[in-house]
């Protein structure tokens, strides 16, 4: 099924040229926004390319939604400049919207459709008619093919978030839009929504979401924008993020070594107990650990319930801001 030829066929307007893998498909220049005497989003400029997976990270209220509010053209900014595959984001709102596939932080379902006709209806809109078998086929790819005459009130909340991205693809887009996909969602169903952002990379789509969980970010995303209040204050991959802290790493173990041992060590750079735990911190893990298993074997203890945690998004975002994500 070729959804996208029959969005190319009804489609009205300029035509947008399908942007190669590597190429800027989304390109924001100077961004501001504001409510009233809030200022929203303060000269943000970003730039998305075709392929990857994007991600704008930061707080609640740091102007993540904003930004995505403006760049899906349903808010228009005091100054800068948005385009969408080509498209003056302002002066073509409907040929950008049309090209897009949306899953915003809350989806207003019809509680007295079944879900296969929700998906039917949401295709519509954009001039895209699929039969149930083909719906059927869409929902069984995010394993809701056994609720396909449920009512979507009758839907857990993981699987209503899984109707979401049914929903965000209906159209068959080449760029997808996520704002938050996973708040709320439990480890599981979160991961679950993982690995289908991973498949919607896969198939060739450029993905665009949201999060304030670094983690999630750090998993899924090619490069990364940190937002605070209503600015970029960095965007880099992930790798490149957490490599410019020069930050060690964190070693953390119940056995009870002297302190004047553990910090002799030449690969330690910091020694303290907290709660009953030795936390040391060390430029060179490998080192830092073999160096203590030799030590536990002089005082004839063994080394267990040890961790080591590398710095990660968490840690760039707390070293930028002085706080941690809430």
């Not at 005459?149 to 839907?155: E, M, R």
């Not at 952002?197 to 993905?207: S, Y």
């Not at 970010?217 to 209503?230: H, K, N, T, V």
Request: proline fraction near 3%.
């Amino acid at each position: 099924m070729n959804q996208a030829a029959t969005l190319d066929r009804t489609a009205t307007g300029p035509t947008a040229t399908v942007s190669a893998a590597g190429d800027t498909i989304i390109d924001v220049q100077g961004l501001s926004v504001s409510y009233g005497a809030v200022k929203a989003v303060r000269g943000i400029s970003l730039q998305v390319r075709s392929g990857e997976i994007f991600g704008i990270v930061g707080p609640n209220g740091a102007g993540k939604t904003t930004t995505l509010s403006t760049i899906e053209g349903l808010i228009k900014p005091d100054s800068g400049t948005v385009t969408v595959m080509g498209f003056d984001v302002r002066q073509h709102t409907d040929d950008v919207q049309r090209k897009l596939g949306i899953s915003l932080q809350t989806t207003a379902f019809f509680d007295n459709l079944k879900c296969w006709e929700l998906v039917r209806l949401y295709a519509s809109m954009y001039e895209v008619f699929l039969t149930k078998t083909q719906v059927v086929e869409m929902l069984s790819r995010f394993e809701l093919a056994e609720k396909a005459n449920a009512l979507s009130s009758q839907l857990s909340g993981g699987q209503q978030q899984r109707m979401a991205l049914v929903l965000a693809i209906c159209n068959d887009p080449q760029i997808v839009i996520l704002d938050e996909p996973t708040t709320g969602l439990d480890p599981q169903v979160r991961r679950a929504v993982w690995d289908i952002v991973r498949e919607l990379r896969a198939e060739g789509r450029t993905v665009l979401l949201t999060t304030h969980y670094m983690e999630e970010a750090q998993e899924l995303c090619s490069r990364i924008a940190i937002i605070d209040r209503g600015e970029v204050i960095a965007l880099d991959t992930p790798g490149r993020l957490i490599n410019s802290l020069k930050a060690d790493n964190l070693i953390s173990t119940s056995v009870h070594f002297p302190e004047d041992e553990v910090q002799a060590i030449p690969s330690v750079t910091g020694v303290r107990w907290d709660g009953g735990r030795l936390l040391i911190t060390s430029r060179d893990p490998r080192d830092t650990v073999f160096a203590l298993q030799k030590l536990a074997v002089e005082h004839h203890q063994v080394l267990t319930d040890l961790t080591v945690k590398q710095p990660d998004l968490e840690d760039v975002f707390i070293a930028l801001t002085g706080r941690k994500v809430e």
